[in-house]
């Protein structure tokens, strides 16, 4: 085994591997104070299967308590040396891992600059020591031969806040030409509805049409018409998706235009990948795909065949000029990963030996083409399809799916948000009991509102004080988007799963209060505060950095009813203020 190793600051960091047939060069550059990139570069003489290599090294367990991953979920602890590495592809996760204290300061923050290739991310506790063990895995499974490879690796052990340090990188994968984000209409900026949780499979034109009036009165701007629209059958399965003919909405054109008239625009859903064993397209493509998966009832396309490709982008150019679409949202993309077996088959039609470089391929091709005709086009990518390279393509990324569950919502959007830059981050489609109290109901709203809201309920089935509650809260995030999505963002405390955050503009700041927390309000007197109890208590606990003086101090309830109003001075300091549940504060 090959050893080399490279000084990067403070750290050792060796290139574990059998290199065989290539040759290794480490090179170091300092960005600055203990911000460093460290590039790989392999070469060989004829292309040859590329070596699967490690770049690891040691990190001292000081001041160390937790860690955070596009994967992490709930799980906010700090890995073993044993453990199961992080693990991310060009569609699945992101390829970056931060270890943090408790404060919520940097301690040490690692990102690959392959996003296309699969990659390992490790840093587990070392029993013996108290150390970390770290390590980037390149060049994972099996891969299709190259003459040459690099990689850089981005290392940061600066003390600066979390979210800083990982917005940095976000910026660093953007600054990459092949990694361009895509452009994002505002309409993927304001609310949605979605027929998903309302209707699932049982697609109706009429019904959505009405739901879609009921929306647009409510805030809404866009409708996304999900899974059911192509079959009758109601299963949830997929084994009638692949020849998307709107079997179940034969008049697509006509509902379409329905729904434009109604002042919304109209997203369609797809399964990209998916070819099921009772369409048309199956036996097409018989020796086309990746794998079979008899579970779904459906086989995963091998879009290293041209021919596949332009297949599904022809799909997608004829939906959008024949019944004038608004965007797409392309689901399951990150289905598109290579088997033991099919990831060696190569020729025989195929362009690409790599099915990470063709379905990149595709998905560049699909947002190139569809921007040609309608240069608004909107692309909703969902959780864990959310890194750097579906950037390019994708300007909606929502979070996965979390049905009536506002804690997993807002956890989910928020750490797309640490990430995400530009791109628009939306809230899972959100639902809730139509006999919930609005005050419960409202905070599904809450707890998302530091990102693009999706609603899927029946809005004319909901009652009174649900769709007052709604109006009032979609209302304020309209009003105040500008500081809630483009503001100077800290969700606080990420491995206590953000008990408060808070967006600050010049004029603005919003203080959202999930937990029984105090939450650090660093105000400013130029600006008006703001102070969401998104929790079941009827108060919360704020500590002022500045005091506010003699200012105008509005309580109001969920359904945006006045309370309140007086004149009120706060010194700077820990302050408990009586807010109802899921109200609002106004100071200033």
């Not at 179940?248 to 797809?270: E, K, S």
């Not at 998905?363 to 890194?387: C, H, T, W």
């Not at 998302?448 to 769709?467: A, C, G, H, R």
């Not at 969401?532 to 500590?543: L, Q």
Request: glycine fraction near 6%; charge should be negative.
């Amino acid at each position: 085994m090959q050893q080399d190793t490279a000084r990067v600051g403070k750290l050792s960091i060796t290139l574990e591997g059998e290199l065989n047939e290539f040759s290794a060069i480490l090179t170091t550059k300092r960005l600055q104070d203990d911000l460093y990139e460290l590039t790989l570069t392999l070469t060989a003489s004829e292309p040859a299967r590329p070596p699967a290599v490690k770049l690891a090294w040691r990190f001292p367990a000081i001041d160390i308590g937790a860690s955070w991953t596009t994967a992490a979920g709930r799980g906010r602890g700090l890995n073993v040396d044993w453990g199961k590495p992080m693990a991310a592809s060009s569609t699945n996760q992101a390829p970056v891992l931060m270890l943090h204290s408790f404060s919520g300061m940097n301690r040490l923050t690692f990102a690959c600059s392959d996003a296309l290739n699969p990659t390992e991310l490790m840093a587990g506790i070392v029993e013996e020591t108290g150390e970390f063990s770290c390590y980037v895995g390149l060049l994972q499974g099996l891969q299709p031969p190259v003459a040459r490879y690099e990689a850089t690796l981005r290392i940061d052990t600066r003390a600066v806040d979390y979210a800083v340090a990982l917005k940095e990188v976000s910026d660093w994968w953007a600054s990459f030409p092949d990694y361009a984000p895509a452009f994002v209409p505002d309409i993927a900026r304001l609310p949605m509805y979605s027929t998903w949780y309302s209707f699932h499979q049982n697609v109706d034109p009429d019904a959505i049409v009405k739901q879609c009036r009921l929306a647009k009165q409510l805030g809404c701007e866009t409708v996304i018409v999900d899974d059911g629209w192509q079959t009758n059958d109601g299963s949830r399965g997929y084994a009638f998706c692949g020849d998307w003919k709107p079997i179940r909405v034969p008049q697509m054109r006509n509902f379409v235009d329905r729904v434009h008239d109604t002042g919304l625009a109209f997203i369609l859903w797809y399964s990209v990948p998916f070819i099921g064993i009772h369409s048309d397209a199956f036996k097409r493509f018989e020796g086309k795909y990746l794998f079979h998966s008899e579970r779904m009832k459906a086989s995963v396309l091998d879009p290293r065949f041209p021919e596949v490709r332009e297949y599904l982008i022809m799909l997608y150019e004829n939906a959008l000029t024949e019944w004038n679409l608004d965007g797409f949202k392309l689901d399951f993309v990150d289905s598109f990963q290579p088997t033991p077996q099919s990831v060696q088959l190569t020729g025989e039609g195929r362009d690409y030996a790599s099915v990470h470089a063709a379905a990149d391929r595709l998905l560049a091709d699909v947002i190139s083409r569809l921007r040609a005709i309608k240069p608004q086009i909107m692309i909703e990518f969902r959780q864990n399809y959310i890194g750097p390279l579906m950037r390019k393509y994708g300007n909606l990324f929502r979070a996965g799916d979390c049905p009536n569950d506002a804690m997993t919502n807002r956890v989910r959007t928020l750490d797309l948000r640490l990430l995400a830059g530009n791109t628009a981050v939306h809230a899972d489609m959100m639902m809730w009991n139509a006999d919930e109290p609005p005050e419960c109901a409202a905070l599904q709203i809450l707890n998302v509102l530091f990102s693009v809201p999706q609603v899927s309920v029946l809005l004319d089935k909901i009652t009174p004080d649900q769709q007052r509650m709604v109006g009032f809260w979609l209302s304020f995030w309209r009003e105040h988007r500008d500081v809630l999505l483009d503001g100077e963002f800290r969700p606080a405390h990420p491995e206590s799963l953000f008990p408060y955050a808070v967006a600050t503009s010049a004029l603005k700041q919003v203080v959202v209060i999930y937990d029984d927390a105090v939450a650090e309000v660093d105000n400013d007197v130029q600006r008006k505060l703001f102070v969401v109890n998104a929790t079941r208590g009827d108060r919360v606990v704020v500590r002022l950095r500045q005091s506010i003086t003699m200012l105008n101090n509005v309580i109001k309830n969920c359904c945006g009813d006045t309370l309140t109003t007086e004149k009120r001075t706060l010194p700077a300091g820990i302050h408990e203020l009586n807010i109802p549940a899921a109200g609002l504060a106004i100071i200033g």
